[in-house]
Each structure stands twice: as structure tokens, then as C-alpha cells.
Nanobody, 120 residues
Framework: QVQLVESGGGLVQPGGSMRLSCAAS????????MGWYRQAPGKQRALVAV???????SYTDSVKGRFTISRDNAKNTAYLQMNSLKPDDTAVYYC??????????????WGQGTQVTVSS
């Protein structure tokens, strides 16, 4: 059974940096896109950044120039490097991936979420 496990969240001061990791495990034969979403209190979950299997990336406007998404295909892991963090970046961050599992159809998977709090 495929699982996505996030790590790296916590408390950081405004202007600081943080790196999130998302490791996929299970009977995986291929991963297409991997992405990060976030959900702030009282708001809908929204896409932050996405990277496809070829390494092409896309970001929501509010994080362009501050966040960088990357992936290590050998480790089935995606990363989100977050710099110049702002209080508005405070949210639960979720990893998402479209994965082909051995003997099963391709489908979306979600991690359990990791809290990122930007505050002084």
C-alpha cells in the first residue's frame, strides 16, 4: 500500500527558511507529478507548487521567487524549500502525488499534513 509521509514542519520566524520533505513508499512502479498544497484556518486547500516527472515546475503566484520544489526520483521523495517566510504562509502543508502502484490503477495519494507556523 502506497503512503506519503511529510516531515519538516514547525515554527519559524518571519523571514526564515524551512524545508519540507515528502517520501513515498510502497509498491510503486512510477510517480508522475508530485505537489504541495496548503490549507490555512478557514480557507480551502490550495496548490502551492507542483513538479512533474521530467522536472518541470509550477508555483502559485504568492510563493514565486521564495519557494522551490524539487524531487529525488531515486528516493521517491519531493521537497519544498521555503525561504523568506511570511505569516501568511502559515498553514497545514500537504503532499500530493499521482502514483502508479504495482497491480493497481494510477491514482492520487495524499500525505497526512504537516503544520508550518510563521510567527515571531
Amino acid at each position: 500500500q502506497v503512503q506519503l509521509v511529510e516531515s519538516g514542519g514547525g515554527l519559524v520566524q518571519p523571514g526564515g527558511s524551512m524545508r519540507l520533505s515528502c517520501a513515498a513508499s510502497g509498491r510503486i512502479f512510477s510517480i508522475d507529478y508530485m505537489g504541495w498544497y496548503r490549507q490555512a484556518p478557514g480557507k480551502q486547500r490550495a496548490l502551492v507548487a507542483v513538479i512533474n516527472s521530467g522536472g518541470s515546475t509550477s508555483y502559485t503566484d504568492s510563493v514565486k521567487g521564495r519557494f522551490t520544489i524539487s524531487r529525488d526520483n531515486a528516493k521517491n521523495t519531493a521537497y519544498l524549500q521555503m525561504n523568506s517566510l511570511k505569516p501568511d504562509d502559515t498553514a497545514v502543508y500537504y503532499c500530493n502525488a499521482y502514483i502508479g502502484e504495482t497491480y493497481s490503477p494510477w491514482r492520487d495519494y495524499w500525505g497526512q499534513g504537516t503544520q508550518v507556523t510563521v510567527s515571531s
